[in-house]
């Protein structure tokens, strides 16, 4: 054993810890406390580890010291729930091309202020359970957009991300499917520019527009 | 996801036992739904450990009084408690205890074992002596570092008392 009063020559020096948690014999109790009346040093270990059995007590032996594994069937059922919920988000991410991005110089002037992650708020075009907050983020291979979207409807539904192009058609960004009293993230790059986009819109697939943010160039 | 899973769905599991008090079925459906949805927030995983848990416990608690509450519209559950007194909020100590179980697992066994012996079980350092086969004096030290190097543990996870 390496484990002898090495350091210090104070006997008392390794019973702190005994000491806080309740372990020492009654007679090797008193005289710890004898002399912590006189030691400072061990006064002061003993008031380090003090607020330690309070932190040892939050643990529930029986379930958290040797607690039952998960069930097998756990992983399999996330990893196909992941599956379908990422066969509903389709996303565009651009395809890194092109050299010609030498023109890097692109001052942003979208809505948003410098790049706050938060993004801006859309505007709601009627009384919709959605609000849904964009960000835009020039890139060499056009642009990226930051979405977060939160759903208060009680039942759920498809919704679209869609570009609207200064001629007035669109481009799909992302789907996905709303779930009742949650927030959507996500993240989708798309080769149109940020001077290439008139507006972002949140649509129904049936093509009626909820949400609407401008972009101003 | 699978990185998602083993990270938290043991403590989950055992949490939504707890909160679906003992009925499997529902404390799986807890776990799936509330891994799902961490899965599609990844940006509440990036905090801290404790962070995470506490966000993953509290989901876990919504969930289970939803479910809760709708099983009781259809009368499916015959009770008088509101959900409020059969989910109780104990969020807050159950993330601090497993942030405490984790940081006792990243003991050493030595240290470990004296820190069970000698807190957990109740036991004198002379049972521990006994129970080890090693001398009184050290347990004694093996306690003095154990709990030194627990507390440092926790530091680094942000707990400090």
New interface residues.
């Given amino acids: 054993m390496n484990e002898t009063f090495a350091t210090s020559g104070d006997p008392f020096a390794h019973l702190d810890a005994a000491y806080v948690l309740g372990a020492l014999s009654p007679q090797d109790r008193a005289a710890f406390e004898d002399h912590l009346s006189s030691c400072a040093a061990c006064a002061h270990a003993v008031r380090e580890l003090a607020g330690m059995p309070g932190l040892l007590a939050q643990v529930d032996v029986r379930s958290q010291l040797r607690p039952e594994p998960p069930p097998a069937g756990v992983l399999p059922a996330l990893l196909a729930g992941a599956r379908r919920h990422r066969r509903r988000l389709v996303t565009t991410v651009a395809a890194a091309v092109t050299a010609v991005a030498a023109a890097v110089t692109l001052v942003l002037a979208l809505v948003l202020p410098g790049n706050e992650p938060q993004g801006t708020e859309m505007t709601a075009l009627g009384p919709y359970p959605v609000r849904a907050s964009v960000s835009l983020e020039p890139a060499a291979w056009g642009t990226k957009v930051a979405m977060s979207c939160s759903y208060r409807g009680a039942r759920g539904g498809d919704y679209v991300l869609v570009a609207v192009r200064r001629d007035g058609t669109v481009r799909e960004l992302a789907s996905w499917y709303a779930v009742p009293e949650d927030t959507a993230e996500m993240s989708v790059g798309t080769p149109l520019h940020p001077d290439e986009i008139a507006a972002l819109e949140i649509r129904l697939p049936d093509g009626r527009a909820l949400l609407r943010l401008p972009v101003s160039s | 996801?699978?990185a998602?899973?083993d990270e938290h769905?043991?403590?989950?599991?055992?949490y939504a036992?707890?909160l679906t008090s003992g009925n499997?079925v529902r404390a799986?459906d807890v776990?799936?739904e509330t891994?799902?949805?961490a899965?599609?927030?990844?940006?509440v995983l990036d905090q801290s450990q404790r962070s995470a848990r506490a966000w993953l416990f509290t989901v876990a608690r919504r969930i289970a009084i939803d479910e809760w509450r709708s099983a009781a519209t259809r009368s499916e559950i015959a009770t008088d408690a509101p959900p409020e007194l059969a989910v109780p909020d104990d969020t807050e100590?159950?993330v601090?205890?497993?942030i405490?179980?984790d940081a006792?697992g990243e003991l050493s066994d030595r240290h470990r074992e004296v820190?069970?012996l000698?807190?957990?079980e109740?036991?004198?350092?002379?049972d521990?002596a006994v129970r080890l086969g090693?001398?009184e004096?050290?347990?004694?030290?093996?306690?003095?570092?154990?709990?030194?190097a627990?507390?440092l543990a926790?530091e680094e996870k942000g707990?400090t008392?």
């Fill in positions: 996801m699978r998602l899973h769905a043991p403590a989950l599991w055992v036992l707890q499997r799986e776990v799936q891994l799902l949805r899965w599609r927030h990844p940006k100590r159950a601090q205890g497993w405490v179980a006792l820190l069970l000698c807190y957990f109740g036991m004198s350092v002379a521990a090693i001398a004096g050290t347990v004694k030290s093996r306690t003095h570092y154990a709990l030194r627990l507390r926790l707990v008392r």
